[in-house]
Every structure is written in structure tokens, then in C-alpha cells.
């Protein structure tokens, strides 16, 4: 099980490895995107690709991005979908900001393909799906409401309501006699 990260900034990695831990992800290998990883086969990169040292100093070579640029994408191997997506919400719920796209391996044809171009796949697939959200006409949907509106007020200009059955004050007048002295 692993993940590629891709477009993070160096300071979200180890938030990311410890909100992983929290949730429960320690088994989950954390591949972090450099630019010489870019250009390696996707099965390469999980084949070879090795979690940075946590305990060491954020190496010097690490840039923002890494060399991918701030499209944030994920990439996962072997991880169930339900579990991708609580991924993603653990992620967002550290503050991470919430543009990310994400890509499983089992949606790349062809693994040999270099890793920069699978993440550029995952960020046109994303911004496909943003394509197909259906456009909505704000002005049409305001003459609806209004049509909506005006039949409803029409509606409620019928005041008769011959099952209501009319108020008994003589139980109210009971409540209010025996209570009269009493302090609430």
C-alpha cells in the first residue's frame, strides 16, 4: 500500500505522515513527488520509492511541489476506494487545502508510463469531471421561484380548515386558574 504525493508544500508532508498515523495509515508507505521521480515508470516509483526519514532533517534538495508544481495530486496503489476517500477528508480536516486530485493505480493503463504523466492524466481527469457539472441559469431559476411563489400564495388563500376543531378556553382558563399562585 503506498501514495504518491505530488504538489504538497515541504511543510504539509509531515503533517500529512502524522494525520496518516493518527487515522491509522502507519502501514501506508508515503512517496513523496521530486523531480527526478517524474520521470521514473509508475511501478518503478512504487517498486523503488522509499518513504522519506522522519526522523532526519527535511533534506535540502525537497522544493514545494516537488518539481510537479502546486496541483496537489494523489496517487494511490493498493488501497480501497472507501479508504481513499477517507484519505482525502482526513487531509482536509488537517487543513490541507481541499484541491486535490487523486488517481488510483488500477485507473492507469499502462504502469510504465512515467510517473509526470499519469499525475497530468489525474489532474485532466479531474478537470473533465469539473466540465461536465451542469451549468446553471440563475435567471431562469428565479422566474420559477417566483411561478413557485405565486402558486403558493395562491394555495394559502384558501382559509378554511373545516377538520380543525375549534379551541376549548374553558381548559385553558382551567390552567390558568390553578396556576395562577404558583411561581414558574
Do not use: K
Not at 469539473?130 to 405565486?150: A, K, L, V
Request: net charge negative.
Amino acid at each position: 500500500m503506498g501514495i504518491v504525493l505530488a504538489g504538497f508544500l515541504v511543510a504539509e508532508m509531515p503533517i500529512i505522515r502524522m494525520a496518516l498515523d493518527e487515522a491509522g495509515g502507519n502501514a501506508i508507505e508515503m512517496i513523496v513527488c521530486s523531480s527526478d521521480l517524474l520521470y521514473t515508470p509508475v511501478q518503478q516509483v512504487f517498486q523503488e520509492g522509499s518513504e522519506p526519514d522522519w526522523s532526519s532533517p527535511i533534506p535540502p534538495d525537497w522544493i514545494d511541489g516537488g518539481g510537479w508544481g502546486q496541483e496537489r495530486v494523489l496517487l494511490f496503489q493498493n488501497i480501497p476506494q472507501l479508504n481513499q476517500l477517507e484519505i482525502v477528508q482526513v487531509l482536509y480536516d488537517v487543513g490541507i487545502p481541499p484541491i486535490i486530485h487523486s488517481m488510483s493505480l488500477d485507473m492507469v493503463d499502462d504502469t510504465s508510463q512515467i510517473l509526470g504523466h499519469v499525475l497530468g492524466q489525474a489532474v485532466q481527469l479531474r478537470r473533465d469531471f469539473n466540465d461536465e457539472e451542469p451549468y446553471i441559469d440563475f435567471e431562469e431559476d428565479e422566474e420559477d421561484e417566483e411561478s413557485e411563489d405565486e402558486d403558493a400564495y395562491m394555495v394559502t388563500d384558501d382559509h378554511s380548515a373545516p377538520d380543525l376543531q375549534p379551541l376549548d378556553f374553558g381548559v385553558i382558563d382551567d390552567i390558568w386558574e390553578n396556576n395562577r399562585g404558583s411561581s414558574y
